[in-house]
């Protein structure tokens, strides 16, 4: 077998794993690896700062469903991935993290830049590994991307000392593969116990997490809930998983990311069957009233998931793709396809009167408004990124979403900044997608570098800012406390203007303060970028004391009419 760079056959692998971009920056400690990179098929993006990196990486991931890939060199490089590993570790994001390294025999002695990441990262990976032997760099590749996809999906980081990668291996491309991933399915008697416990449910939910998009299993959840009439609701990760005009869609159940009609369906349920979801705090605030009167059916790629929150009355182990087609094969051959009953036209009712406003017309602008020029101005094919903070907590209360993998949001982590480097990761995955970044004020400017970045390599797409002049999630925090502390923003005289911000990085920029130019600012700000190649900002001025319907526990959002005993739903003799 032919010796060759051992850098070189880490990139062979790199590429028939599938991988077609990797963002970066280059460092005199991974500078063999960039050597092998120069002359291969894959696409580096040089990013500003290696946390957007690993953004970028974990956006080009969410909306591929392959491994996304991030590069940096020695030192500070690593230690910058951490918040962009923990990110992708606590919402299930396949992506490896390679770093440079010092020399093996330095490591001990303090040398530049020399730091042991391996350790530092080891919390926030599902493993965190250090190259020891030329001969080895394949293989611990393979075996990163086999991890990374593996059970439930999250990020690896590889260190690479210098010396290791300046060294030869045996290593034969035609003779190599990616190794085959594991997808576990659920016993034949697990199946059939929740599909008793379904027939036997008056008023059944499924509720969709992100494991039913990472799982690609949208397509046996809808012939699931449409055998039986079952309506669906949706985690905010599980966005897209259920196409949300549908009439068995049941809406968003929380405490902050939710509909009142959602919140409405769920307290009146008595059955729950939860496929890829984790029960966030965020989803379900208080226990006792999430739980009460309910049963729970538990299903997890992830053992260890299943009573980490509470302990279901079921719990299932198994991807979520045969999970859910085992359970409609056997709904199919117990019963014929339902007609929608009582329990399915009363979460219609629900969904008919109970949809908040979002057509207001004041100035400044109310944020429902903004959301529903989006809703009624992009198509369902648009892929749309958002972060943390009340500007989260209104998209996934009034966005609209139809497809998986459209929706992408930093679920469980929440770090500020994130938008705007993901998504530039889903435009490199999807060109000809059209991609919208719905981005906070104070969010957008941790990592706004990253615009030179989408600049550079013209690379597309809009950015719809919210902008209260507040950090205005923190400001609606404090109000128990009775102050209003440390929250203004200062964008009078010295502040930030982010249209000329924009106009900086060479991209176009517009403001808006009337909603009545809203319809109009995102129709020019498309076919701008569309046009120029380049990121385009619309900046929408929002009522600054603004706050989002949030409450501690589900039913806190409003009092609704609770739905009397119904006859069981499902006649499995018919």
């Given at each position: 077998?032919?010796?060759?760079?051992?850098?070189?056959?880490?990139?062979?692998?790199?590429?028939?794993?599938?991988?077609?971009?990797?963002?970066?920056?280059?460092?005199?400690?991974?500078?063999?690896?960039?050597?092998?990179?120069?002359?291969?098929?894959?696409?580096?993006?040089?990013?500003?700062?290696?946390?957007?990196?690993?953004?970028?990486?974990?956006?080009?991931?969410?909306?591929?469903?392959?491994?996304?890939?991030?590069?940096?060199?020695?030192?500070?490089?690593?230690?910058?991935?951490?918040?962009?590993?923990?990110?992708?570790?606590?919402?299930?994001?396949?992506?490896?993290?390679?770093?440079?390294?010092?020399?093996?025999?330095?490591?001990?002695?303090?040398?530049?830049?020399?730091?042991?990441?391996?350790?530092?990262?080891?919390?926030?990976?599902?493993?965190?590994?250090?190259?020891?032997?030329?001969?080895?760099?394949?293989?611990?590749?393979?075996?990163?991307?086999?991890?990374?996809?593996?059970?439930?999906?999250?990020?690896?980081?590889?260190?690479?000392?210098?010396?290791?990668?300046?060294?030869?291996?045996?290593?034969?491309?035609?003779?190599?593969?990616?190794?085959?991933?594991?997808?576990?399915?659920?016993?034949?008697?697990?199946?059939?116990?929740?599909?008793?416990?379904?027939?036997?449910?008056?008023?059944?939910?499924?509720?969709?997490?992100?494991?039913?998009?990472?799982?690609?299993?949208?397509?046996?959840?809808?012939?699931?809930?449409?055998?039986?009439?079952?309506?669906?609701?949706?985690?905010?990760?599980?966005?897209?998983?259920?196409?949300?005009?549908?009439?068995?869609?049941?809406?968003?159940?929380?405490?902050?990311?939710?509909?009142?009609?959602?919140?409405?369906?769920?307290?009146?349920?008595?059955?729950?069957?939860?496929?890829?979801?984790?029960?966030?705090?965020?989803?379900?605030?208080?226990?006792?009233?999430?739980?009460?009167?309910?049963?729970?059916?538990?299903?997890?790629?992830?053992?260890?998931?299943?009573?980490?929150?509470?302990?279901?009355?079921?719990?299932?182990?198994?991807?979520?793709?045969?999970?859910?087609?085992?359970?409609?094969?056997?709904?199919?051959?117990?019963?014929?396809?339902?007609?929608?009953?009582?329990?399915?036209?009363?979460?219609?009712?629900?969904?008919?009167?109970?949809?908040?406003?979002?057509?207001?017309?004041?100035?400044?602008?109310?944020?429902?408004?903004?959301?529903?020029?989006?809703?009624?101005?992009?198509?369902?094919?648009?892929?749309?990124?958002?972060?943390?903070?009340?500007?989260?907590?209104?998209?996934g209360q009034f966005q609209r979403t139809y497809l998986p993998r459209r929706y992408l949001v930093c679920g469980q982590a929440g770090p500020l900044g994130w938008e705007i480097p993901a998504a530039?990761?889903?435009?490199?995955?999807?060109?000809?997608?059209?991609?919208?970044?719905?981005?906070?004020?104070?969010?957008?400017?941790?990592?706004?570098?990253?615009?030179?970045?989408?600049?550079?390599?013209?690379?597309?797409?809009?950015?719809?800012?919210?902008?209260?002049?507040?950090?205005?999630?923190?400001?609606?925090?404090?109000?128990?406390?009775?102050?209003?502390?440390?929250?203004?923003?200062?964008?009078?005289?010295?502040?930030?203007?982010?249209?000329?911000?924009?106009?900086?990085?060479?991209?176009?920029?517009?403001?808006?303060?009337?909603?009545?130019?809203?319809?109009?600012?995102?129709?020019?700000?498309?076919?701008?970028?569309?046009?120029?190649?380049?990121?385009?900002?619309?900046?929408?001025?929002?009522?600054?004391?603004?706050?989002?319907?949030?409450?501690?526990?589900?039913?806190?959002?409003?009092?609704?009419?609770?739905?009397?005993?119904?006859?069981?739903?499902?006649?499995?003799?018919?």
């Amino acid at each position: 077998m032919k010796r060759i760079p051992c850098m070189e056959a880490v990139v062979a692998v790199l590429e028939s794993e599938g991988v077609d971009t990797v963002f970066g920056i280059p460092g005199a400690a991974i500078l063999p690896l960039y050597a092998a990179l120069q002359h291969s098929s894959i696409r580096h993006i040089t990013v500003r700062h290696e946390e957007g990196g690993t953004h970028a990486a974990d956006g080009w991931s969410r909306v591929t469903g392959n491994v996304g890939v991030c590069i940096g060199t020695s030192g500070p490089a690593g230690t910058n991935m951490i918040t962009g590993l923990y990110t992708a570790l606590a919402d299930s994001i396949p992506m490896i993290c390679v770093t440079g390294q010092a020399e093996r025999a330095k490591l001990h002695q303090e040398s530049f830049q020399a730091v042991d990441i391996v350790e530092i990262a080891r919390p926030v990976t599902k493993w965190a590994v250090q190259l020891k032997e030329p001969a080895q760099a394949p293989w611990v590749f393979r075996e990163a991307f086999r991890i990374a996809r593996s059970g439930r999906p999250g990020p690896v980081l590889i260190d690479l000392p210098i010396d290791v990668q300046r060294g030869t291996c045996r290593y034969d491309p035609e003779l190599d593969a990616p190794f085959p991933v594991d997808v576990p399915e659920p016993t034949p008697t697990a199946v059939r116990a929740a599909v008793d416990m379904l027939a036997r449910a008056e008023r059944p939910l499924i509720l969709a997490g992100g494991g039913v998009i990472i799982a690609d299993a949208t397509a046996e959840l809808r012939a699931l809930a449409e055998h039986l009439q079952v309506p669906v609701q949706v985690t905010l990760m599980g966005k897209g998983a259920f196409p949300e005009d549908h009439p068995l869609f049941a809406g968003m159940a929380g405490i902050q990311t939710q509909t009142r009609w959602g919140n409405a369906a769920f307290l009146e349920s008595d059955l729950v069957l939860a496929v890829g979801a984790r029960f966030g705090d965020r989803h379900t605030g208080d226990l006792d009233v999430y739980r009460k009167g309910r049963s729970f059916i538990h299903v997890d790629i992830e053992p260890t998931q299943i009573g980490r929150v509470f302990e279901p009355d079921l719990g299932v182990v198994g991807h979520a793709q045969p999970t859910l087609a085992a359970m409609a094969a056997e709904a199919r051959h117990r019963t014929k396809p339902q007609r929608a009953g009582r329990w399915a036209r009363r979460v219609g009712e629900l969904r008919d009167t109970m949809a908040r406003r979002d057509d207001f017309d004041d100035v400044p602008i109310k944020p429902p408004r903004v959301f529903r020029e989006i809703n009624e101005f992009y198509g369902p094919d648009t892929t749309f990124v958002t972060a943390i903070g009340l500007y989260q907590i209104w998209s996934g209360q009034f966005q609209r979403t139809y497809l998986p993998r459209r929706y992408l949001v930093c679920g469980q982590a929440g770090p500020l900044g994130w938008e705007i480097p993901a998504a530039m990761g889903v435009k490199c995955a999807f060109p000809d997608r059209e991609v919208v970044a719905v981005v906070g004020d104070y969010s957008f400017q941790f990592l706004m570098e990253e615009i030179a970045v989408a600049a550079q390599y013209r690379i597309p797409f809009v950015i719809v800012m919210i902008n209260n002049e507040y950090l205005g999630l923190i400001r609606q925090a404090e109000i128990p406390y009775d102050m209003n502390f440390a929250v203004d923003l200062h964008y009078g005289e010295g502040g930030i203007d982010h249209v000329k911000v924009m106009e900086a990085f060479g991209c176009p920029a517009r403001r808006v303060e009337s909603p009545g130019d809203l319809e109009g600012a995102l129709a020019w700000a498309s076919a701008e970028s569309a046009r120029e190649g380049l990121p385009v900002l619309v900046e929408v001025m929002v009522e600054r004391e603004a706050n989002a319907a949030m409450g501690r526990s589900l039913d806190a959002i409003k009092e609704f009419e609770p739905l009397p005993r119904l006859a069981h739903a499902i006649d499995w003799s018919d």
